[in-house]
């Protein structure tokens, strides 16, 4: 399964429309995505990006509302399993 999270683009190359490429920032975490799929997206957009290449372009409010959710399953991916708490244990 293959769970993907909106990144803002910080920078573009414009190069050839094939060999154009964007800086792309995850909370901090910056990679390079190819743009030959979204030939549209500029500094400031939100895209998904997999395989190195950005795939779609979302507005801000989708790309607000995925990172609420994917802040939400973190925070449930940090909290103490059912299984595993002393009173389930006794």
């Given at each position: 399964?293959?769970?993907?999270?909106?990144?803002?683009?910080?920078?573009?190359?414009?190069?050839?429309?094939?060999?154009?490429?964007?800086?792309?920032?995850?909370?901090?975490?910056?990679?390079?995505?190819?743009?030959?799929?979204?030939?549209?997206?500029?500094?400031g957009?939100?895209?998904?990006?997999?395989?190195?290449?950005?795939?779609?372009?979302?507005?801000?409010?989708?790309?607000?509302?995925?990172?609420?959710?994917?802040?939400?399953?973190?925070?449930?991916?940090?909290?103490?399993?059912?299984?595993?708490?002393?009173?389930?244990?006794?």
């Amino acid at each position: 399964m293959c769970l993907t999270v909106p990144g803002r683009v910080v920078s573009v190359t414009n190069e050839t429309s094939e060999a154009r490429t964007a800086q792309v920032d995850f909370g901090g975490n910056v990679r390079t995505a190819n743009l030959a799929f979204t030939p549209e997206a500029e500094v400031g957009d939100f895209v998904i990006v997999q395989a190195g290449f950005a795939t779609r372009r979302l507005s801000e409010a989708e790309a607000l509302e995925a990172l609420e959710y994917h802040r939400q399953l973190e925070e449930l991916s940090r909290a103490p399993s059912p299984t595993t708490t002393p009173e389930v244990l006794r």
